[in-house]
């Protein structure tokens, strides 16, 4: 079971990209998430203003690099079917959702939020004082 539960993180994982600026995969950032938190913006390409979500959630990761790692999270695409199944959070989207303690989700911030960079800057920081 272990081992199948791990293929299907291996295939979840591998269809992630990172921020352009950061530079980091999912694979990365959840393999570190005892050091430091990881931040992913769950969106969809066919959500309206996604490309205003990713600028605010890029911006906000420039800005937090050392204190938590950024990424992103398209569930649109056909191999997120492992994700999708777990979480079945389509008509939130965009959201963030924060990843700590070896890959544990805790915290949550709303797309209302994540489509107004002053909120979500402020909910990142918080989070991560």
């Known amino acids: 079971m272990k081992k199948l539960i791990s ?9 992630i990209c990172g921020l352009k600026a950061i530079a980091m995969d999912f694979e990365t950032a959840y393999n570190q998430c005892s050091k430091k938190p990881v931040f992913a913006l769950i969106y969809a390409e066919w959500a309206s203003n996604y490309q205003g979500d990713i600028d605010n959630f890029e911006a906000v ?17 056909e191999d997120m079917a492992f994700y999708n199944s777990k ?10 959702v924060m990843y700590t ?10 797309r209302d939020c994540v489509e107004d960079y ?7 920081k918080a989070m991560i004082k």
């Open 61 to 77: 990761g420039e800005k937090y690099a050392n204190d938590a790692n950024f990424v992103l999270l398209d569930i649109a695409k």
């Open 118 to 124: 002053r909120c979500l800057e402020g909910k990142i």
């Open 101 to 110: 303690n070896g890959g544990t989700i805790s915290r949550y911030i709303p």
């Open 87 to 96: 979480y079945h959070m389509y008509p939130n989207i965009p959201y963030v």
């Open 7 to 15: 293929i299907a993180i291996a295939i979840f994982i591998t269809s």
